[in-house]
């Protein structure tokens, strides 16, 4: 079991941007799709981005298209969102996760805060 | 995008009863669908892949069945430890989606 730590959330305004961190241990991360899923208290959980292995392909939910992008650095174990021109909507806790093998996600972050208000 | 539908939004019930959670798919997932169990202030944890298979170190009194477009989570005997919030998630195809959770409240 692989162990995540996120980092970067705080608070911003809207139309502002934050760079989310992801480090991850105990598995090498670049044999896993990897993944930030996002938590409001209105609308549940979110899956929001996920990158392949080698970065070749990422994949968004539609409202961060355009707005978010999902990297990552294999030689860092580090997966990362930067996300431009936020709105109120994107305030919710995100977390990074492992893509399991077998669908889903095993391993989680504890997640970090985003808070976009004026 | 394929809409998950879950129910009930909440459950009042007693320890030692069997609950029933059950998820819609708005198309058909084959079992491309999980359980995760969520308490506050933590990150959801996966019981159950692929529909069915429990995941390892987890009570078998959580068991999941369906396929296709209907899911369902079974509890068969509540422990003071399984009140929390329940969610699936299908990744079938992209954008993944979680139902809209179920909290699992003591009576």
């Known amino acids: 079991e692989g162990q995540l730590v996120e980092s970067g959330g705080g608070l911003v305004q809207p139309g502002g941007s934050l760079r989310l961190s992801c480090v991850v241990s105990g598995f090498i991360s670049s044999k896993y799709w990897m993944s930030w899923v996002r938590q409001t208290p209105g609308k549940g959980l979110e899956w929001v981005a996920n990158?392949?292995?080698?970065?070749?392909?990422?994949n968004y939910v539609d409202s961060v298209k355009g707005r978010f992008i999902i990297s990552r650095d294999n030689a860092k174990n580090s997966l990362y969102l930067q996300m431009n021109s936020l709105r109120g909507d994107d305030t919710a806790v995100y977390f990074c996760?492992?893509?399991?093998?077998?669908?889903?996600?095993?391993?989680w972050g504890q997640g970090t805060l985003v808070t976009v208000s004026s | 995008d394929i809409q998950m539908t879950q129910s009930p939004s909440s459950l009042s019930a007693s320890v030692g009863d069997r609950v029933t959670i059950s998820c819609r798919a708005s198309q058909g997932i084959r079992n491309d669908l999980g359980w995760y169990q969520q308490k506050p202030g933590k990150a959801p944890k996966r019981l159950i892949y692929?529909?069915?298979s429990l995941q390892s170190g987890v009570p078998s009194r959580f068991s999941g069945s369906g396929s296709g477009t209907e899911f369902t989570l079974t509890i068969s005997s509540l422990q003071p430890e399984d009140f929390a919030t329940y969610y699936c998630l299908q990744h079938n195809s992209y954008p993944y989606t979680f139902g809209q959770g179920t909290k699992l409240e003591i009576k």
């Open positions: 692929a529909a069915s």
């Open positions: 990158i392949k292995q080698d970065g070749s392909e990422e």
């Open positions: 996760a492992r893509d399991s093998k077998s669908g889903g996600y095993l391993d």
